[in-house]
């Protein structure tokens, strides 16, 4: 990930607004992360009060368990330090190094979620919905990766900007499945079904919406 002059997705954290917008994505990572953290030696789900047998399911094969939650927890810690036009600029190495981690580990999680959603509990949709996002969040990674190798740099933020809204899902999603519980009153299968969608298909469908505000 290379570093060059500021365009207008540089500018988007020298504002007042841009500041506090990334301390709060940097907020929900950290919290998404120590989250994912406490489940994986957790020892049997008893962290998760709303699918108690969730653990035993994702971490019947430990190594693939372990790669989806804790790849995608990396993930979003480093995501928002990417989107630092300063932290680009002064760093550029160990912008391209971490960049080149956080694609790892969006490529071990993603394909270790592959491989976790057809056993899901949201079984009345065969887990079509988590199957998606690992599609979406593989295919923009390389995406991403592929826009970098050639040099097109704008390209592959935009990329990176839909890749870390996949990647966010973690975030949404922990958020969202107690409101549909406890606020809507949907069951916990219900809320799973629902919140399968609910987690990264409008954070793509904004961040598609920004950038396209900022090309224009």
Not at 179 to 202: F, S, Y
Request: with cysteine; proline share 4%.
């Amino acid at each position: 990930m290379y570093a060059t002059a500021a365009t207008g997705f540089d500018r988007s954290d020298s504002t007042l607004w841009g500041r506090i917008g990334w301390g709060l994505m940097l907020l929900g990572a950290l919290y998404a992360t120590a989250h994912a953290v406490d489940f994986v030696f957790s020892g049997s789900g008893i962290r998760n009060p709303y699918n108690p047998g969730q653990w035993a399911r994702m971490f019947s094969v430990f190594l693939v368990g372990a790669a989806h939650t804790l790849g995608g927890a990396f993930a979003s810690i480093i995501g928002p330090f990417q989107f630092l036009g300063g932290f680009r600029r002064r760093y550029p190495r160990l912008h391209v190094w971490s960049g080149r981690v956080y694609l790892v580990c969006v490529g071990v999680s993603g394909l270790a979620g592959l491989y976790l959603s057809p056993g899901s509990m949201a079984r009345n949709t065969f887990g079509i919905a988590f199957i998606g996002l690992a599609l979406a969040w593989l295919y923009t990674g390389v995406q991403a990766y592929l826009a970098i190798r050639r040099r097109r740099v704008d390209e592959h933020r935009r990329w990176m900007i839909r890749n870390y809204a996949l990647t966010y899902a973690a975030v949404t999603l922990r958020f969202e499945m107690p409101l549909l519980i406890v606020v809507a009153g949907l069951t916990p299968l219900m809320a799973l079904n629902v919140v399968g969608w609910l987690c990264w298909v409008p954070n793509l469908a904004l961040v598609e919406l920004w950038i396209r505000r900022k090309a224009a």
